[in-house]
């Protein structure tokens, strides 16, 4: 059974750090690339950042600078740092595995972690 766990959310300050943990079983999870999305209320879920088996990362503008994803396969877990955070972080976070199948693909998602960015 394929699971992934989310974990280091919370509250924090404007300006604040957080890093997030996405820990995988059931995945040979090296063969896999990695991401994070989020998702504020009234508003589609969105790409955060993303590493792919290999290491190659992306990000997206908003965070670009800010935050870092980063993964260890030994212990198949994939992280976000996140730095300067702003009120418009605010989110929840999701944990996404996916793995290219030729012309389709296998993905599964956490359940989510609140991030949330206020004074």
């Known amino acids: 059974q394929v699971q992934l766990v989310e974990s280091g959310g919370g509250l924090v300050q404007p300006g604040g750090s957080l890093r997030l943990s996405c820990v995988a079983s059931?995945?040979?999870?090296?063969?896999?690339?990695m991401g994070w999305y989020r998702q504020a209320p009234g508003k589609q879920r969105e790409l955060v950042a993303v590493?792919?088996?290999?290491?190659?990362?992306n990000y997206a503008d908003s965070v670009k600078g800010r935050f870092t994803i980063s993964r260890d396969n030994a212990e198949n877990t994939v992280y976000l740092q996140m730095n300067s955070l702003k009120p418009e972080d605010t989110a929840v976070y999701y944990c996404?595995?996916?793995?290219?199948?030729?012309?389709?693909?296998?993905?599964?998602w956490g359940r989510g972690t609140q991030v949330t960015v206020s004074s």
């Open positions: 996404n595995a996916r793995q290219n199948r030729g012309i389709t693909y296998y993905t599964k």
């Open positions: 059931g995945i040979i999870f090296s063969n896999y690339n």
């Open positions: 590493i792919s088996s290999d290491g190659n990362t």
